[in-house]
């Protein structure tokens, strides 16, 4: 049964940071895109960062771009986004979710995803 469990959320400043850790199991992470997603309330899911099976190539939104990383540890099987500069604006719950080996920017394309974890930033 594969399982993704995010953990790093929570209340944060305008200005602060925040690093979301996503912990897997049950899939050979190495073989598996990882992304990030979030849901503001009233809006759609929406792409934030992907990363690809091996690490070698990562795609920010251009709404974090700058400001996010995401990053993966393939012997943990752990993937992370860290956060810096947030604003308000990326108030939402944050989803980590698989892919199978491509990357993609489209939350239909994902096999697998967490529970999320709340991300809120007072201003």
């Known amino acids: 049964q594969v399982q993704l469990v995010e953990s790093g959320g929570g209340l944060v400043q305008a200005g602060g940071s925040l690093r979301l850790s996503c912990a897997s199991s049950?899939?050979?992470?190495?073989?598996?895109?990882m992304g990030w997603f979030r849901q503001a309330p009233g809006k759609e899911r929406e792409f934030v960062a992907t990363i690809s099976s091996r690490g070698s190539r990562t795609v920010n939104a251009d709404s974090v771009r700058g400001r996010f990383t995401i990053s993966r540890d393939n012997a943990k099987n752990m993937v992370y986004l860290q956060m810096n500069s947030l604003k308000p604006e990326d108030t939402a719950i944050y989803y980590c979710a698989a892919k199978f080996y491509f990357t993609s920017y489209a939350p239909r394309e994902y096999s697998y995803w967490g529970q999320g974890t709340q991300v809120t930033v007072s201003s």
């Open positions: 049950g899939l050979t992470f190495s073989n598996y895109a």
